[in-house]
């Protein structure tokens, strides 16, 4: 006699076939998760802020200090930081609150512009000659090679002496002109390394269009590195035009910057030291800051850094 | 071996032909010549007599013909500015001072470069290793002017311990050689670390340490050698390094070195002295490049297999 098998037994009540490969949570897109990372780490989300903070008084500071940064007032030369003049004044009378972040937006633009640009060519360069290889590649590499023997600041400085006129255009110039070379390598090097992951090959073999390929692969790979490298950079260029300043090679009265301003109070450091320390710590800081978010950054943006 | 030291020496030799080149181009493209301002008030005559001097009555391929001639016997030319001061004498003259300053920084700042990496390195994650870090970092960030100043400021005008400018006695020379080592430190600091650590993860450092060998020994016979390979390449840089700080390093130390001259002949638009130092240096750092290079082949003897197994 056969049993009656009713057909709810049947039924499946146990996990669903696709249940193991369900996502329990929301994706994590590439930036979010990098983010996430950056403010783990408390120094660079620290440069951040600061930064931040340095930004906002570089384009609002001169107005907050209610004086203009070219106005003059003979009667009060060399005034130690008082609640009128909260940094000083210089030796014309002019307001030093005011001429720091008068300054500092000089420095910032020199920083960031000259970062982008020489990036940018950069990109390019390095793109061209890692993508096709082989012949072009060597005699693309051959002439960066050339270029990058030659030491940095003595371009920057001949360049300014031919130029003769010292505007922050030709100062730009002068620092880009070989500044994109270090970003080719590192770019082409990444291109490089990208072509050859078994992961493009098999995209290709999987049938996926070149233009897909570089955009899928080979542009997020080569971005992050190339955001780490323009945040390094910006310090090296503040650096460049202080150094130039420095010498006198840089921007010029009755403009100025970081570097201008230290170096006219460096003839008298002895007896109006906060003069020269004012503009000096915000190069210091500035720098700082943006080396340390570099650090951050490239611990963020690469995911074989993920522990 | 031999093809690559050929290789590289054709190299240098082209970069440098293209650096003298094109600074000799440039320097002449410049609005005006180099005499215009003070050939302004001279007789016709002498004003003749000036060109003929320094050749630019002829050409400009002529005048580039001559200079390149020149260079190859070593002479630069003569000052536009000091009439009867030669280039070369002044290089000659002014170059070791830079190269006594440079030097004795540079070695400083690889000791202790080289010490702090590895007490950073063997202290990992505790607080000498964030010290060292910290400095490092200060050391790359800190613009050489702004801790010259400080230094200055600090050790000669408050303390009064030691000269803030001058020239002539070993004294003199502490605050510039301070100041000039502080990049090096920092950057050997940095790079020894990070090969060091590198380094003490591989199999060979265990078998030395099984092998029942003391620390010391592990450290600085197997450990040392084989991180400094990386250091030999970041060697060039700092070179660079110490002669473009010694720009601003000479000037606000009153150090008579070539640093010194070339920056007060750009100011005073002396042409002939612009070109030669820019020569000089521009020779210099090819010449640094090319010899540690050649270093770098004959302490890591895999780079010398490769080429020879292809």
């Not at chain 1, 590192?186 to 990208?194: N, S």
């Not at chain 2, 010490?115 to 790359?140: E, S």
């Not at chain 2, 070109?275 to 890591?300: E, K, R």
Request: proline fraction near 5%; aromatic fraction near 12%; charge should be positive.
């Amino acid at each position: 006699m056969q049993e009656e098998i009713s057909k709810e037994l049947f039924q499946i009540i146990g996990p669903e076939d696709n249940e193991a490969e369900k996502i329990a949570r929301p994706r994590v897109s590439y930036l979010r998760d990098a983010w996430r990372r950056f403010r783990q780490n408390k120094v660079a989300t620290l440069a951040l802020i600061i930064l931040g903070i340095l930004a906002f008084m570089v384009i609002f500071g001169p107005a907050i200090s209610g004086y203009s940064f070219e106005e003059m007032d003979t009667t009060n030369r060399n005034a130690p930081p008082s609640r009128e003049h909260w940094f000083g004044t210089d030796k014309l009378g002019r307001d030093l609150f005011a001429r720091v972040w008068q300054g500092g937006r000089v420095s910032m633009i020199i920083g960031l512009v000259g970062a982008f640009v020489s990036s940018f060519v950069g990109c390019i360069y390095g793109g061209i000659s890692g993508y096709f290889g082989g012949r072009v590649d060597d005699i693309m590499m051959r002439i960066v090679e050339v270029l990058i023997s030659v030491p940095y600041l003595i371009v920057v400085i001949l360049l300014s002496v031919v130029l003769k006129s010292k505007s922050l255009g030709t100062l730009l110039l002068a620092m880009t002109i070989t500044g994109w070379c270090g970003i080719a390598r590192i770019v082409r090097g990444q291109v490089l390394q990208v072509k050859s992951q078994e992961y493009v090959l098999a995209a290709q073999a999987l049938g996926v269009k070149p233009w897909k390929i570089i955009l899928r692969h080979v542009i997020p790979n080569v971005l992050s590195v190339v955001i780490v490298a323009i945040t390094f950079d910006i310090p090296g260029y503040i650096f460049g035009e202080a150094f130039l300043s420095f010498l006198g090679l840089g921007i010029q009265p009755p403009n100025t910057s970081w570097g201008a301003l230290a170096a006219t109070a460096q003839s008298m450091y002895a007896f109006y030291p906060y003069q020269l320390f004012i503009p000096a710590l915000m190069i210091a800081l500035t720098m700082l800051c943006f080396t340390l978010l570099g650090d951050g950054l490239r611990d963020a943006l690469d995911p074989r850094q993920r522990k | 071996m031999l093809r690559y030291a050929i290789k590289r020496i054709g190299y240098a030799v082209v970069t440098l032909f293209i650096v003298v080149t094109v600074t000799f181009f440039l320097m002449r493209s410049i609005p005006g010549d180099p005499l215009s301002h003070m050939a302004r008030a001279l007789p016709e005559q002498t004003r003749a007599n000036y060109y003929a001097k320094y050749g630019l009555d002829k050409p400009l391929f002529t005048q580039y013909l001559m200079y390149m001639k020149n260079l190859l016997r070593g002479d630069l030319g003569e000052s536009v500015l000091y009439p009867g001061r030669s280039v070369s004498e002044t290089i000659a003259k002014t170059s070791p001072i830079s190269g006594l300053v440079g030097g004795i920084a540079l070695a400083i700042g690889f000791v202790i470069g080289i010490t702090l990496g590895i007490i950073a390195a063997l202290n990992k994650n505790r607080w000498p290793d964030y010290l060292v870090m910290f400095v490092a970092i200060l050391g790359t960030t800190i613009p050489v002017f702004v801790f010259a100043s400080l230094l200055q400021y600090f050790v000669s005008v408050k303390l009064g311990w030691l000269p803030p400018s001058g020239w002539g006695q070993p004294r003199h020379l502490v605050l510039p050689i301070i100041v000039l080592s502080f990049g090096p430190v920092a950057s050997f600091a940095r790079y020894l670390k990070s090969s060091m650590l590198d380094t003490l993860s591989q199999d060979y450092i265990l078998t030395a340490q099984a092998k029942g060998l003391s620390q010391r020994d592990v450290i600085l016979r197997h450990a040392l050698r084989n991180s400094m390979l990386p250091i030999v390449t970041i060697l060039a840089g700092r070179i660079v390094g110490v002669f473009t700080g010694a720009f601003v390093v000479e000037r606000m130390f009153g150090v008579p070195g070539i640093g010194f001259y070339y920056i007060s002949s750009i100011n005073n638009n002396d042409y002939t002295m612009i070109l030669g130092t820019t020569v000089f240096y521009a020779a210099l750092f090819v010449i640094a490049q090319l010899v540690v290079d050649f270093v770098y082949m004959l302490v890591d003897p895999r780079i010398r297999i490769v080429p020879e197994s292809r």
